[in-house]
């Protein structure tokens, strides 16, 4: 039995076959890295942000689609896609620029859109615009915030330029359109525990999120964290530590939200640190033996929802 609702399964119930998700790279940055809202990006981010797997932003949309439809093709025997305008904020640009890019995605196969953004960046006035492309295009619409820490403070140690606030205000913008919403965590930043966990998901459920992408934290070569983490100014807590975390938030998670990952990855060359020199795969088994072992399903502590504290006379 799946312990967890991954997205592979989410994404077959929903268009009846395997859908693969296609980067697309556009030329564009953050406001937390030009000045807008604060200088030099968040502390854990590099120059190329999280799509080293994309094509160059040179080429148009159209063309990375195509290129890497035709690989998947061939590869895997795929017939859907998901247009996925994933690197640093895709709504941090003109909204006719904005519109022009949607449009050039909307080609055959495509059945949905996915754009990746940040929730200072998230305007009734780019939605109406992916709510007209949905009606015309007749594609699926899904949003994915970067929030990577519930915490205030540990927000500002990053250098996210924002707070929860701007996230709350942003996943309900998008849910007035009923699009389905993502969110990207990191549950083993140094400054956030297992309570800072636990009470991330309890507000991710609370919230209605729909998908949930969760990264284990890597530390790049050239960045302000990893030149902190040169300088001993904190330590990365143990892999156990971060199953444990793990475990803890899939069970305190509504089940019907949809767990795109468990764990971050990165280039190995650019790296000081990723996944405690381990193979990915082998901490996602330790992560499914802890739930195997301990007996737990996803959803499992999710009762603190409507009204928790009355539920005994109803």
Same mark, same amino acid.
């Given at each position: 039995?799946?312990?967890?609702?991954?997205? $592979?399964?989410? #994404?077959?119930?929903?268009?009846?076959?395997?859908?693969?998700?296609?980067?697309?790279?556009?030329?564009?940055?953050?406001?937390?890295?030009?000045?807008?809202?604060?200088?030099?990006? &968040?502390?854990?981010?590099? =120059?190329?942000?999280?799509?080293?797997?994309?094509?160059?932003?040179? !080429?148009?949309?159209?063309?990375?689609?195509?290129?890497?439809?035709?690989?998947?093709?061939?590869?895997?025997?795929?017939?859907?896609?998901?247009?996925?305008?994933?690197?640093?904020?895709?709504?941090?640009?003109? !909204?006719?620029? *904005?519109?022009?890019?949607? =449009?050039?995605?909307?080609?055959?196969?495509?059945?949905?859109?996915?754009?990746?953004?940040?929730?200072?960046?998230?305007?009734?006035?780019?939605?109406?615009?992916?709510?007209?492309?949905?009606?015309? *295009?007749?594609?699926?619409?899904?949003?994915?915030?970067?929030?990577?820490?519930?915490?205030?403070?540990?927000?500002?140690?990053?250098?996210?330029?924002?707070?929860?606030?701007?996230?709350?205000?942003?996943?309900?913008?998008?849910?007035?359109?009923?699009?389905?919403?993502?969110?990207? !965590?990191?549950?083993?930043?140094?400054?956030?525990?297992?309570?800072?966990?636990?009470?991330?998901?309890?507000?991710?459920?609370?919230?209605?999120?729909? !998908?949930?992408?969760?990264?284990?934290?890597?530390?790049?070569?050239?960045?302000?964290?990893?030149?902190?983490?040169?300088?001993?100014?904190?330590?990365? =807590?143990?892999?156990? $530590?971060?199953?444990?975390?793990?475990?803890?938030?899939?069970?305190?998670?509504?089940?019907?939200?949809?767990?795109?990952?468990? #764990?971050?990855?990165?280039?190995?060359? =650019?790296?000081?640190?990723?996944?405690?020199?381990?193979?990915?795969?082998?901490?996602?088994?330790?992560?499914?033996?802890? #739930?195997?072992?301990?007996?737990?399903?996803?959803?499992?502590? &999710?009762?603190? #929802?409507?009204?928790?504290?009355?539920?005994? *006379?109803?």
């Amino acid at each position: 039995m799946e312990r967890y609702n991954k997205y $592979s399964s989410y #994404l077959k119930d929903l268009y009846g076959e395997k859908v693969y998700k296609i980067p697309v790279n556009l030329p564009l940055t953050c406001p937390n890295r030009d000045g807008e809202v604060a200088h030099g990006g &968040c502390t854990f981010c590099g =120059e190329v942000a999280t799509g080293f797997e994309a094509l160059d932003n040179d !080429l148009s949309v159209r063309t990375q689609l195509e290129t890497n439809i035709e690989k998947m093709t061939k590869r895997y025997k795929a017939k859907k896609y998901i247009a996925y305008f994933q690197n640093f904020t895709n709504t941090y640009l003109p !909204l006719n620029e *904005f519109k022009t890019y949607l =449009e050039e995605a909307c080609i055959e196969d495509v059945v949905e859109i996915c754009i990746s953004s940040r929730p200072d960046c998230i305007n009734d006035a780019y939605l109406e615009i992916l709510k007209d492309i949905e009606s015309r *295009f007749s594609v699926n619409i899904s949003v994915e915030l970067g929030l990577q820490s519930m915490d205030h403070k540990t927000l500002s140690q990053i250098n996210r330029g924002h707070s929860l606030a701007e996230f709350i205000d942003a996943v309900m913008r998008i849910k007035k359109y009923g699009f389905k919403v993502g969110v990207h !965590l990191i549950l083993n930043l140094p400054w956030d525990d297992l309570e800072d966990t636990i009470e991330t998901a309890k507000v991710m459920s609370a919230l209605d999120i729909d !998908l949930i992408k969760i990264h284990s934290l890597y530390i790049l070569k050239n960045t302000k964290m990893g030149d902190d983490y040169l300088n001993n100014a904190f330590t990365v =807590e143990s892999v156990d $530590s971060y199953v444990d975390k793990v475990v803890s938030f899939i069970s305190y998670t509504q089940s019907k939200v949809a767990f795109q990952r468990l #764990l971050g990855r990165a280039p190995k060359e =650019e790296t000081l640190f990723c996944n405690w020199n381990m193979s990915w795969w082998k901490i996602q088994d330790m992560i499914e033996m802890k #739930l195997e072992n301990s007996n737990i399903v996803q959803g499992d502590h &999710c009762d603190y #929802l409507n009204g928790k504290a009355v539920k005994k *006379f109803i």
